[in-house]
């Protein structure tokens, strides 16, 4: 991330700080998306955060950790919107089906079987998964982003994917059964 326009953006410079949301926005949105499985949701976490930023930009003590900065509001907007949405609604929306190749069906079945577990993990859970597994951050760097110790992180990583083991594994013993597997 360019130190000078985080810097500009600091003092108020609105088209800084308009330049650093269109470079990292994209991104928020999808790393919201796959936390919270549902795209409306993601929206209003996304559009929460970067206010967030905006709002606290000042406060930002190390212009070079802008991103992993916003990303911590964003886990933190993800939680409050899951919070929300649980209030509102009784049970979170968690799946929503994006299949790139709709025709193959063992990668649709897979697929469906990872979704019916991903929606069983707590959103804590499911931050880390996305973090680690769709960012590509240690979970050190998902610990410093949620704003939990690393031990923490590395343990919800853990757990969420022997959840997911198990879930799979739950959903290949009836099509074996049935001999489809």
């Known amino acids: ?10 003092h108020g410079d609105e088209e800084a700080f308009d330049d650093l949301v269109g470079r990292i926005g994209d991104s928020m949105h999808s790393v919201a998306r796959r936390i919270l499985r549902d795209t409306t949701l993601a929206q209003d976490a996304t559009q929460q955060a970067l206010l967030d930023a905006w709002r606290n930009l000042p406060t930002l003590r190390d212009p070079d950790r802008f991103e992993a900065w916003t990303h911590r509001l964003l886990v933190n907007a993800c939680y409050a919107e899951s919070r929300r949405e649980r209030r509102q609604r009784g049970n979170l929306r ?21 979704d019916r577990g991903f929606r069983q993990l707590s959103v804590e859970h499911r931050t880390v998964v996305v973090l680690v597994h769709y960012l590509g951050l240690t979970p050190t760097e998902a610990a410093e982003r949620m704003g939990t110790p690393p031990g923490t992180a590395r343990s919800r990583l853990h757990y969420a994917l022997q959840q997911l083991r198990s879930a799979l594994e739950a959903d290949a013993r009836p099509a074996v059964a049935r001999g489809t597997a």
């Open 1 to 10: 991330m360019d130190r000078e326009l985080v810097e500009r953006a600091m």
């Open 94 to 114: 968690l799946l929503e089906r994006e299949y790139a190749d709709p025709d193959a069906a063992s990668r649709v079945a897979m697929q469906d079987q990872l």
